[in-house]
């Protein structure tokens, strides 16, 4: 298995292509949907409004600590749809795979997705492989869709911020980036820092749970804290005010940005939240999380405040204040 | 102009290079500019070369001296 | 390893700005040379909490804002050659040359590498021995013996397919262009730290003896900077005018010997051009007859060309301490980090950036 590799005719569409889902897809999202491959799923709806959304996968290197281009696949499409408080009601997943690629490193992936589908209690419904010549993918593309149900009542989105909102994260921030960056090997950086990637609807539900009217949830992909934050700011028209010091970052990743010259606050993360929750419902839903798995080391970072609207502040250490301004271009590595 | 970072030495290997550790991030450094530096040494690293030894108890007792004087200044105003 | 670490930052600070208001009843305009400090002083909140008495100033400390845009242009015309590899800091990536930037060369498939030390290019020379690896080289006295170390480890290494374009400036001959000059109207020097690692505290002695004005050699972290203009005030109402080292942590009188000797075995010293600031005599580095086939502006044939600033752009001005960014017409119009006309405000420590990205804030 080890020598097998992916080669044009498994995109053909005939009996290879046939042959490699069923021996390789089939088995990792095996359910009633799937296994009917018919051209759509079909899946009955209660809701009154659903969560729909899409994203690509195009991380490198496919592998990496903590997770793989599978995992954060599966895992980047729920937390989408869990941000709006829904519930995943399936997921869609197309692979363009490279003219070469390994049938193990594809196992792998494949693997992983099915794990963290596992993890997040949801399916993938529907797929999608296409191959392309060597060179013109770097060994796999994923692309995803993903649809969920809205509870009643439930209404969340960066424009429903309101002052007096406080601010809470559910856990330290940037190891997802800085691990691909370390695992990428560029920099010659040896440590042990693991992506955080997670399925957060899990969390998302026992939050709900302790207060329905949740304000805003973002997970902080690309961009980071930062962007997230101004773009809260902007949409809702409030102003955000963070305390620097309570903003958590493990050691190694800040020993990464010193090195690198990086800002902490823009570094995207994979397995984290960021909630806007009205001040009465602050503690509960803070305890509700810590109670969670994915939100032991979750903490209140800020408010939103009526001054400075669209201004997100940073209050520092020493008592002084700081815009933070949202990620302009890729951060690169500096020495000055 | 110049990102300065301290950092531990674990290791010292040949050809004049260490590792060294930043809050438990290791990387190659070079000891060209510093070559008396030791294991265990905290150093101050620029663009991959340790630039200077950095002295912590110094460092510490700068900061008391400093904290003690403006204690004694608040005090005398 | 930060020293201050273990007491309580807040407290410390509060009793050093106390004593610095108290301090500053007449005003007193202190220039930064570094654009580290210039960002430090920004994210540290420092900004925001000095009394107006005390009047911050950026000066021309940024190496990539002081870079003239026909030097980048060269670093293209070099990455545009057959079979070379490029390698740089990343600092220099997005500076706009007179027509295109490192990043989009880079975008349209030239091979250009970020690396984190000169010693990286060395590697990539050794591993690539059928392509030419040249390095630019941007940096002051904190980066230059760096960069010459790695010049003789390239030679150590027997690697002739390595090359260095060198764009490296020295501090103190632009402090006294900028003083001779007559224009700027400074208190005191917060000078930098990094490079006096280097060159320790001799050659700023000229400041106070032969223009009469203090300076404090300075960490970074925010209660070193604040100590920094504590000192400097301090002086002022003591009636002394001296070089002091608030950064003794790592910063020794005599510097470093050693990567002084280095830096002289492998670069002289050569007038040079500095944007916005012009040719300074005597400021820039360049490699010595035995290196001088590492050259890469003589192997290959690289032609200069001086390049106009963008009209409108302040940044001579801003680089010289006689502007302040948001004084600049251009400032947050058309010039913007995503867009920028002139270097101060793509570089990530130019003042233009820093005022755009920390200050706006402050502007009610």
Request: net charge negative.
């Amino acid at each position: 298995m080890k020598d097998r590799k992916i080669t044009l005719s498994h995109g053909a569409g005939g009996k290879l292509s046939h042959d490699l889902i069923e021996e390789f897809f089939l088995p990792c999202f095996d359910n009633a949907l799937l296994r009917a491959l018919d051209d759509s799923a079909v899946i009955p709806v209660q809701s009154q409004r659903l969560a729909f959304t899409t994203d690509s996968y195009v991380v490198k290197p496919l592998f990496f600590p903590g997770g793989d281009i599978g995992r954060l696949a599966i895992c980047g499409t729920v937390n989408d749809l869990a941000m709006a408080g829904a519930r995943p009601l399936g997921l869609t997943a197309s692979f363009i795979l490279e003219e070469g690629l390994s049938l193990e490193d594809l196992t792998q992936v494949l693997a992983s997705m099915k794990g963290a589908a596992l993890e997040a209690g949801v399916h993938v419904v529907a797929g999608d492989t296409k191959v392309v010549e060597h060179g013109a993918a770097e060994g796999l593309y994923i692309t995803t869709a993903g649809i969920g149900a809205i509870p009643d009542g439930v209404v969340i989105g960066s424009a429903q911020a309101k002052p007096g909102d406080v601010i809470m994260v559910s856990g330290p921030l940037g190891d997802h980036e800085i691990a691909v960056l370390m695992a990428r090997g560029e920099f010659s950086l040896q440590g042990e820092v693991e992506s955080d990637c997670a399925p957060l609807n899990g969390l998302v539900e026992a939050m709900l749970k302790a207060c329905p009217a949740i304000h805003s949830l973002r997970d902080p992909t690309r961009g980071g804290l930062a962007t997230v934050l101004w773009e809260i700011a902007n949409a809702s028209k409030v102003g955000v005010v963070v305390e620097e010091g309570a903003v958590p970052i493990r050691d190694q990743v800040k020993g990464v940005c010193d090195l690198l010259g990086f800002d902490p606050y823009y570094l995207a993360n994979e397995g984290r939240l960021v909630a806007f929750v009205p001040e009465k419902e602050a503690k509960a839903v803070l305890k509700a999380m810590q109670k969670h798995p994915l939100g032991k080391e979750a903490t209140v970072i800020g408010k939103v405040t009526l001054e400075n609207p669209g201004k997100v502040l940073l209050h520092t250490p020493i008592g002084g204040h700081r815009l933070l301004e949202p990620l302009s271009g890729e951060q690169f590595p500096r020495i000055c | 102009m110049c990102l300065g970072i301290p950092g531990k030495i674990v290791a010292i290997t040949e050809n004049q290079l260490a590792v060294v550790d930043f809050n438990g991030v290791r990387r190659e450094v070079s000891l060209m500019l510093c070559p008396e530096l030791e294991v265990g040494d905290y150093c101050l690293v620029h663009v991959g070369f340790a630039m200077q030894r950095l002295d912590p108890a110094e460092a510490q007792e700068t900061m008391e001296l400093l904290d003690q004087f403006l204690e004694a200044s608040g005090e005398s105003s | 390893m930060n020293p201050h670490k273990n007491q309580d930052e807040g407290k410390l600070a509060s009793r050093l700005l106390q004593e610095i208001t108290a301090l500053a009843d007449s005003p007193m305009r202190l220039m930064e040379v570094c654009g580290t400090h210039t960002v430090a002083i920004f994210r540290s909140g420092i900004r925001s909490m000095l009394p107006s008495g005390v009047e911050l100033i950026s000066g021309p400390g940024c190496p990539v804002c002081v870079t003239p845009a026909g030097e980048i242009d060269r670093a293209i015309a070099l990455s545009r050659r057959e079979g070379m590899i490029l390698a740089t800091f990343g600092d220099l990536m997005r500076v706009p040359g007179s027509s295109s930037s490192l990043q989009e060369e880079r975008a349209t498939g030239k091979d250009i590498r970020v690396i984190l030390s000169p010693l990286d290019a060395v590697k990539i020379a050794e591993e690539n021995p059928d392509k030419t690896v040249c390095f630019f080289g941007v940096g002051f006295e904190t980066t230059s013996p760096a960069i010459a170390a790695a010049v003789m480890e390239a030679r150590r290494r027997g690697c002739a397919n390595f090359s260095l374009l060198s764009s490296q400036r020295l501090i103190p001959p632009a402090m006294r262009a900028l003083l001779s000059a007559g224009k700027v109207n400074i208190d005191g020097f917060i000078l930098p730290g990094h490079v006096s690692v280097v060159i320790g505290k001799a050659p700023y002695c000229f400041l106070a003896e032969e223009f009469g004005l203090p300076g404090v050699i300075t960490g970074f972290e925010p209660l070193d900077i604040l100590e920094g203009i504590y000192l400097l005030l301090r002086q002022r109402k003591e009636g002394r005018t001296e070089i002091e080292i608030q950064y003794s942590r790592v910063v020794q009188e005599e510097g470093n010997p050693r990567a002084r000797g280095i830096m002289g075995e492998v670069f002289a010293p050569v007038d040079a051009r500095w944007r916005g600031l012009g040719t300074i005599p005597q400021s820039g580095l360049m490699l010595r007859d035995g290196f001088s086939q590492m050259d890469a502006a003589q192997a290959f044939d690289l032609p200069y060309e001086e390049i106009e600033e963008p009209p409108g752009c302040l940044c001579g001005e801003v680089l010289q301490g006689l502007v302040r960014p948001p004084e600049c017409s251009l400032f947050g119009t058309r010039c913007t980090p995503e867009d920028p006309v002139g270097p101060c405000m793509v570089s990530t420590e130019g003042s233009c950036a820093a005022y755009y990205k920390y200050g706006r804030g402050d502007e009610g």
